[in-house]
C-alpha cells in the first residue's frame, strides 16, 4: 500500500496551497499521517494517486449516500452539460430541485440555492437577525456550521459562553452576538433563552450532532428548543448541511418529529457538486431580497450542473424502501461493530449511531456532549485510522467527526470492513503483539 505519488503530489500541493489541501481537515494532521490523494472513485470505491483501492466510509464527508458516479447522477450531469455550465440566469434546473426539498421538507416553503452549507447557515442567521431585529445567536458547544466568522468561537466550557473568537482574525465585535452553550443541556437552554438581558434572533443546532463525532438529541432535546423558541418568539434554525436527505428523505425534522422556522442544507442535496441551501416558513423567507430587504446573493448559487447533479439525486433517494434499507444495513454494521469493539476493547469505546451516520469514539463514554466527547483518546483514533487505510478501509481523518454508510457498499463491503476493524482493535488492544 504504498503512497509514495500523494506523498509527491502532497509536497507539490503545499507549495501552492496552504497546507497543501483546500480544507484543512483532509491534511489528516489529527491522525499523523499524510493525506492520500484520491484519483477516481466508483460506487463504494475511492481508488488513490497510487492504484491503492479503500473501501470508502468519508463519502465526500456526506454527500456521496448513492456512492460515486451513481449512473443516475452521472447521465443528469452530462446531459445538462450539453447544454452549457453556468448562464447567470434562472433556469428550469433550479424550480426541479426546489420542488424536490420543498416537497420532501413540509417546514420548507420556499428554499433558497447557494453554494455551501457556510453559505447557508451564514444566510439563514442573517435572516433570523433581519426579520427579528433582534442580534443574539444562540449554539451549540461542538456544533459546527460552517465557517462564517460568528460560528467560529470557542466551545463554552459547560457554561453560558459569550463569544470569544475561535480563530484569529475574527473581531470580538463580531462573535460578541453569538453564545454557546452546552448541546442536550435543556435547563441551560431554557436560563438563556429566558434571560431578559439578551435580544435572541435566533437558535442553530444540528438536529443530531456530527461535528463533535454523532452525537444524538438527548430524549426530549428538539422537543423543548422547538417549545421555548416558539414561545419567545425566536427561530430556530436546523442546520441539516449532514443530516438533511442522511437521515430521511425529510431529514431530522421527520426523523425525530420536529419542525424548525429555517432549515440548512448542503452536502447530499448537490450529489457531490456544490450547493447549498437555507429555506422555510415563506412568512421568512419573504424578508430574502429581492422580495425583501435581507440582502443575500451568489455568481454561481443555482448553478444548473449542481441542480441537476442534486435532483437525480433526491429522485433516487425519493425511492420506496431507499431508507429502510440503508437503516437495516447500518443498524447490522454497527451492531457487529460494537460487539468487535467490547471483545477486543472492553468498556474502552463508545459507538454513537443516528441512522446511516456514526462514530466509535476511544472513551469509555457516554459521549453526549462536547465535553465529553473530548475525553475521547484521539491518539488511539489517529492509530486506527493508520491500521484502517493500510488495509484498504478509508475513515474520516479525525475523531470527530462521522462514517456514513452508503447504498453502494455491499454485504460483502460491510463484511470486509468489520474484518479489517477487527485486526485493527486486536493491534489496538496488544500493539506489540500484532505487529
Ligand atoms: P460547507 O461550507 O463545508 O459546505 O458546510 C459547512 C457545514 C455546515 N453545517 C454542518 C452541520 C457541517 O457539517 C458543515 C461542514 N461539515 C464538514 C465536516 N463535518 C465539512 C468537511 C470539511 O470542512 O472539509
Excluded at 283 to 309: C, F, K, R
Aim: charged share 20%.
Amino acid at each position: 500500500m504504498g503512497i509514495e505519488r500523494s506523498k509527491e503530489l502532497f509536497a507539490k500541493a503545499c507549495q501552492h496551497i496552504p497546507g497543501g489541501v483546500n480544507s484543512p481537515v483532509r491534511a489528516c494532521k489529527s491522525v499523523g499521517c499524510e493525506p492520500i490523494f484520491i484519483e477516481r472513485a466508483a460506487g463504494a470505491r475511492v481508488y488513490d494517486a497510487d492504484g491503492n483501492e479503500y473501501l470508502d466510509f468519508v463519502c465526500s464527508w456526506g454527500p456521496m449516500i448513492l456512492g460515486h458516479n451513481h449512473p443516475a447522477v452521472v447521465a443528469a450531469i452530462r446531459e445538462t452539460l450539453e447544454a452549457g455550465t453556468s448562464f447567470g440566469a434562472p433556469t428550469s434546473k433550479e424550480i426541479e430541485l426546489a420542488e424536490l426539498v420543498t416537497g420532501a421538507l413540509p417546514s420548507v416553503e420556499k428554499v433558497r440555492f447557494v453554494s455551501s452549507g457556510t453559505e447557508a447557515t451564514m444566510s439563514a442567521v442573517r435572516l433570523a437577525r433581519g426579520f427579528t431585529g433582534r442580534s443574539k445567536v444562540v449554539k451549540f458547544d461542538g456544533c459546527y456550521h460552517g465557517h462564517a466568522d460568528s460560528f467560529l468561537i470557542k466551545a463554552g466550557s459547560g457554561v453560558i459562553t459569550l463569544g470569544i473568537p475561535g480563530s484569529p482574525g475574527v473581531p470580538e465585535d463580531i462573535v460578541r452576538n453569538t453564545l454557546s452553550i452546552p448541546y442536550n443541556d435543556v435547563d441551560t437552554l431554557e436560563k438563556t433563552l429566558r434571560d431578559p438581558k439578551l435580544d435572541i434572533a435566533c437558535v442553530i443546532v444540528e438536529p443530531a450532532a456530527g461535528n463533535m463525532g454523532v452525537v444524538p438529541p438527548a430524549p426530549g432535546f428538539l422537543e423543548a428548543l422547538r417549545q421555548l423558541t416558539s414561545e419567545l418568539g425566536i427561530v430556530l434554525i436546523f442546520d441539516e448541511v449532514i443530516t438533511g436527505f442522511r437521515l430521511a428523505l425529510g431529514g431530522a425534522q421527520e426523523y425525530y418529529g420536529v419542525r424548525p422556522d429555517l432549515t440548512c442544507l448542503g452536502k447530499i442535496i448537490g450529489g457531490g457538486l456544490p450547493v447549498g441551501a437555507y429555506g422555510g416558513k415563506k412568512e421568512i423567507m419573504d424578508h430574502i431580497a429581492p422580495d425583501g430587504p435581507v440582502y443575500q446573493a451568489g455568481t454561481l448559487s443555482g448553478n444548473p450542473l449542481a441542480m441537476a447533479a442534486g435532483a437525480a439525486t433526491l429522485r433516487e433517494l425519493s425511492r420506496p424502501g431507499f431508507y429502510q434499507e440503508l437503516e437495516t444495513k447500518a443498524a447490522d454494521f454497527a451492531a457487529q461493530l460494537a460487539q468487535l469493539a467490547e471483545r477486543h476493547l472492553p468498556g474502552q469505546t463508545t459507538l454513537n449511531r443516528v441512522a446511516s451516520m456514526m462514530t466509535t469514539f476511544f472513551t469509555p463514554g457516554p459521549v453526549t456532549d462536547y465535553v465529553s466527547a473530548m475525553r475521547a483518546d484521539t491518539d488511539r483514533y489517529a492509530a486506527h485510522y493508520r491500521n484502517m487505510r493500510s488495509q484498504g478501509v478509508w475513515l474520516a481523518p479525525a475523531q470527530f467527526e462521522a462514517a456514513f454508510i452508503s447504498a453502494a457498499q455491499t454485504e460483502a463491503d460491510l463484511a470486509l470492513a468489520l474484518e479489517k476493524t477487527e485486526w485493527s482493535f486486536k493491534n489496538l488492544a496488544n500493539p506489540e503483539k500484532s505487529r
